[in-house]
């Protein structure tokens, strides 16, 4: 069985541009997470989908958004990049948006702002 | 707000020895999910152990086990016969009734020595 799986597995971009990251969930799961790792900052919740609709949202600004796929793969956009948007991106899918479902991550996406 | 705290920023183990890494929540939730996590430094997340918090009987995984205190609002990750493979920052979470999402404690970073 395939795990998570995230592309690209490190983007590079400058200040004021636009990031698209992808995140394809293991068979089956139908919730899809993203997580912010930042250095010092540990893993900060992003946005959570499931079956297409946006559930939750961390406290970011809006110009961090998604979406979610009819197959239930999942986007996140970052518009307007900042520098302290560096960060490792980490997607997680679950069997279900239910709190006993454990989360399955991929390996990230590694975003460097220069 | 719900909140994880790790009080360890690193810990060190020898090879063969028991360690054991600590994580204190704080929420007024009565139904919620404990997890520990490990990260590798090839930074993919792997659930290590689960605990449901309506359960008394402390969860195990082979080497792993908890020591869920539900009044104290501990939940201790124990690490029994460490091996070298074992060394990762390791990620006390939590997931509260009505959210899938996780809230992560900074991390505990473990290294294992011969």
């Known amino acids: 069985e395939a795990g998570v799986t995230q592309s690209p597995t490190h983007l590079i971009k400058t200040r004021g541009q636009q990031a698209t990251l992808r995140c394809s969930p293991i068979s089956g799961h139908t919730s899809v997470y993203w997580y912010q790792q930042a250095l010092g900052l540990g893993l900060q919740f992003l946005l959570w989908?499931?079956?297409?609709?946006?559930?939750n949202r961390g406290n970011f600004p809006p110009r961090f958004s998604g979406r979610q796929f009819p197959n239930y793969s999942s986007e996140l956009n970052v518009n307007a990049l900042e520098l302290e948007d560096s960060a490792l991106y980490l997607c997680a899918s679950s069997l279900s948006g239910t709190s006993w479902q454990p989360q399955h991550f991929g390996d990230g996406t590694r975003l460097s702002i220069l | 707000a719900q909140t994880v705290t790790q009080s360890q920023p690193e810990m060190s183990v020898q090879e063969a020895e028991t360690v054991t890494l600590s994580c204190t929540y704080d929420?007024?939730?009565?139904?919620?999910?404990l997890f520990w996590y490990k990260q590798p430094p090839s930074r993919q997340m792997i659930l290590v152990i689960r605990?449901?918090?309506?359960?008394?009987q402390n969860a195990t995984e082979n080497r792993f086990s908890v020591n869920f205190q539900k009044a104290a609002k501990s939940f201790s990750l124990k690490i029994s016969d460490s091996q070298l493979g074992d060394a990762a920052m390791y990620f006390c979470a939590c997931s509260f009734s009505g959210y899938s999402t996780l809230t992560f404690g900074k991390g505990t970073m473990l290294l294992v020595s011969p």
């Open positions: 929420t007024s939730e009565s139904d919620y999910y």
């Open positions: 989908y499931d079956e297409g609709e946006e559930r």
């Open positions: 605990q449901e918090a309506y359960k008394q």
